[in-house]
């Protein structure tokens, strides 16, 4: 058969997993029909407006209806909003002959093998053969769906595990049928990685898959130590969340985010169908969840569930937690565990986890058991549920959000160290990892030549993990590949030439010792290579400048030594614009204020697609003052003599900074400005970013790169622009849409980017425009309600209105 290219997509089934799912696929550029039923009948408003169940309209009405709802939810499904042209409706009676046409068709129907059997019987009619065909099922068998299919169909079917929301959440499980073609099975692994943008993770038919497996008995089981040990819900998010590399929603906010009856209905699942699970107790339900489902208190959709909002006597809004004796709701103490006190200078994820089982308070009784626990059921999954111990830590992390898998975490606690665990719960190592550790292996994971290497255990030996050629992981090069680093930066060396300057500061933020990096990063590059990447794996690419830093310097009124900072902030990057090497950008999540600037001044852009940017300075008090506020006069003026009038696009940069908007996707960055059309571009797979930077810093150098001159005719509005700016912050003003503050910060933006009250337009230098800016951020560094704002984030992390 010829290459296999995916242009369309259907999907059967609207419900919040089949929009999300075809939401997704419109991301990457797919034209998408989403299908579902027919209304059996008409609503009133249908009725009052004459309308028949005939009538288009009401045919369509479901998915319709599905799909709008989808696309107003928050986080957003899709990563711009004009990608919802690419999908178009339908129905299950007229339009399904249209499949005879797609590429792939995906079934989200409601978990029923009744169902799903009658909708793959109408979809052979229809198909034409060789198209792929999967279902996004978690826990029906796929020997039961392929049942009375034909030989091509049961070829190309498989199942395709989406976790919701499919646009953030990594994890695309695919389970091949017993009868699946390998290459189909290759196929919807490769397709994930590289054009879904997931982690592609090859998976057994069995209950609940990996993902759901191993996540739902981590859960179940601190349902059963949260009764046992005394501890409130709110104690076990603390305990559960970041401090252990885990999302902020940690164990109950995400069951009432995801939905109890979601959770035990695969619990339930897992219970029936693997009698053979020596935990499989564990997957009973203890009596607090049997009353909470009665009581349907099923989370966020029923308005309550481990949590609940509720106003106070005062008509305030608290968040109070379910006592689980009393099963009434409370507020609940603030949690604090001095075990945790220690872990708080601990930057390194994996360096917690020895500190953390060795607490002596009811913390660290909790790890010991919860970690025990864990490892004792993942030694037993394998080969049941995988025959490769990396595809259940694969699954964890991009499933649940885990930072590092359970074999990862065992790890850092230590192979011995993990069995003493399980010991002490009366559990016993597994035989594999008893004979691993005769041999003299100590560890399940190595890393040699910057490769990760797994413990296989048919091999008996360590294998590479797969995957790795194609991308640049940092924490396997950072030993060996380093060249140069100080306290926020490491410069590692990637090799054909191209070097990298990875932040490791505190949030990744830009202080001295970063900005001494980047010029350290281009003075190795200018001399000894041929183009700088700066990127890094850290949570955010860079949350901006050091405020604290900042702050500090204004509280005390040291004006020159503040002068100097921006000057520096300033100057690097204009390094970063006009070294004599190629210079690209990496960022991913957050890349705000200073994070953004360092972007708008690379040569490219190597932007992930979850990628937050923006100039967020307004809510500190202050204008963009590390050339971003210059930056955005230049590429308003670039524009300029476009036909348009020159005013109102200076008045859209200029709103961009004044509003500090930040874009929810990469996408959504080209409208901002702040991405180019045609010179930046954007990466689906955070994994392969650092590998598609460098091959770009790479194509510039071989393309003949030459240091670009500094640019000196800007055209600037002078007057004109800033006349138009001072009325319109007037207005916003008196109609008390800002503050005086804000009219204050809006003012002096709007000075700098009219180039000055200069009589009438005319071309400056971007030496001059930076001059401006610094003047501009400087006054405001000196008022009393800037300082109040840059207080209010440094204490409290949200932006102050004064």
């Known amino acids: 058969m010829g290459k296999r290219r995916i242009k369309h997509v259907t999907v059967i089934g609207s419900g919040i997993m089949g929009s999300g799912i075809a939401c997704h696929f419109a991301n990457i550029g797919c034209e998408v029909l989403l299908l579902d039923i027919v209304p059996r009948e008409l609503t009133d408003k249908e009725k009052s407006q004459g309308l028949t169940l005939e009538d288009k309209e009401v045919r369509n009405r479901m998915v319709n209806e599905n799909l709008a709802s989808a696309i ?104 091949p049928g017993p009868d699946c073609d390998p290459e189909v099975t290759d196929f919807l692994m490769n397709y994930g990685e590289n054009f879904l943008g997931k982690t592609s993770v090859l998976a057994k038919d069995t209950p609940a898959f990996i993902g759901n497996r ?56 897992v219970y029936e169908n693997a009698p053979e699970d020596e935990h499989r107790d564990m997957f009973k339900l203890p009596t607090f969840i049997d009353t909470m489902m009665q009581n349907k208190w099923l989370g966020s959709k029923s308005g309550q569930g481990f949590y609940k909002k509720v106003k106070d006597k ?67 999954r394998i080969p049941g549920i995988s025959d490769e111990l990396y595809r259940i830590d694969d699954a964890m992390s991009a499933g649940f959000g885990w930072e590092n898998g359970p074999f990862e975490i065992w790890d850092a606690i230590g192979v011995q160290k993990g069995i003493d665990l399980m010991k002490e719960q009366g559990k016993e190592p597994a035989s594999w990892v008893n004979e691993m550790l005769e041999k003299g292996f100590e560890s399940f994971y190595k890393v040699k030549d910057g490769a990760t290497y797994y413990y296989s255990i048919p091999d008996k030996d360590y294998v590479k993990k797969p995957g790795q050629d194609s991308i640049i992981i940092l924490d396997n090069i950072r030993k060996s590949q380093e060249i140069w680093s100080n306290s926020g930066v490491s410069i590692q060396d990637l090799g054909d030439g191209i070097i990298n300057c990875e932040f490791r500061s505190k949030m990744n933020s830009i202080g001295g010792d970063v900005l ?176 598609f930077a460098k091959a770009e810093a790479r194509r510039l150098a071989n393309m003949g790169y030459t240091q670009p001159p500094p640019n000196k005719n800007i055209k600037v509005l002078g007057k004109q622009a800033l006349g138009m700016f001072l009325v319109g912050t007037d207005a916003m003003q008196a109609g008390k849409y800002i503050s005086d503050h804000d009219q204050k910060i809006a003012n002096k933006l709007a000075y700098v980017m009219a180039g000055g009250d200069l009589s009438q337009a005319q071309e400056v230098s971007e030496q001059y425009l930076l001059d401006l800016e610094r003047e501009a951020f400087l006054s405001l560094a000196g008022e009393r309600k800037t300082l109040e704002r840059l207080q209010h984030m440094l204490q409290k992390g949200k932006p102050l209105r004064n």
């Open 516 to 691: 001494a990096g980047i010029n350290k990063a281009i003075d190795l590059a200018e001399k000894d290579y041929d183009g700088l990447v700066v990127a890094n794996s850290g949570t955010n690419f860079s949350v901006g400048a050091n405020i604290g830093m900042i702050f500090m310097m204004a509280v005390e009124q040291e004006y020159d030594e503040l002068n100097m900072a921006v000057k520096q902030f300033q100057d690097t990057m204009m390094r970063m614009r006009y070294s004599s090497i190629p210079t690209v950008a990496a960022p991913h999540q957050m890349a705000l204020g200073g994070g953004c600037e360092l972007s708008l001044h690379a040569d490219t852009i190597v932007a992930h697609a979850e990628t937050y940017i923006g100039l967020v300075e307004f809510g500190v008090g202050l204008i963009p003052g590390g050339g971003g506020s210059k930056e955005m006069t230049v590429r308003a003026a670039e524009g300029f003599g476009e036909g348009d009038v020159e005013l109102n696009r200076l008045r859209e940069y200029f709103l961009t900074i004044g509003q500090a908007k930040v874009s929810t996707s990469a996408y959504e960055a080209y409208d901002l400005g702040i991405l180019k059309k045609g010179k930046d571009s954007i990466v689906v797979n955070a994994s392969q970013q650092i590998a």
């Open 72 to 175: 107003k939810s928050k986080p957003a499904p899709l990563y711009h909003k004009d990608f919802a042209n690419r999908i178009s409706t339908g129905n299950l009676d007229d339009d399904l002959k249209k499949i005879k046409h797609t590429d792939w068709i995906i079934e989200v129907v409601v978990e029923r093998l009744d169902i799903k059997k009658s909708v793959f019987e109408k979809i052979e009619e229809h198909r034409t053969k060789g198209t792929l065909i999967t279902s996004n099922t978690s826990g029906i068998p796929i020997q039961f769906m392929n049942e009375g299919r034909s030989e091509d169909f049961r070829k190309h079917f498989a199942v395709t595990h989406f976790f919701n929301p499919p646009r953030y959440l990594k994890l695309f499980e695919v389970v």
């Open 214 to 269: 191993v996540g739902i008995f981590s859960i179940q089981s601190l349902f059963h130590t949260v009764k046992e040990m005394g501890l409130t819900v709110s104690e076990v998010d603390k305990l559960t969340g970041p401090v252990i590399g885990r999302p902020k929603s940690a164990t109950f906010r995400t069951v009432d985010v995801v939905g109890l009856d979601t959770l035990v209905h695969v619990a339930n699942g």
């Open 314 to 380: 005062d008509g305030k809004s608290e968040i109070q937690g379910l006592n689980l004796d009393t099963m009434e709701y409370e507020l609940q103490d603030r949690a604090k565990f001095a075990t945790l006190e220690q872990t708080k200078t601990i930057d390194n994820v994996p360096d917690r986890f020895p500190v953390l089982i060795k607490g002596k308070d009811k913390a660290g009784e909790f790890y010991r058991k919860s970690f025990g626990s864990l490892f004792a059921y993942v030694q037993h």
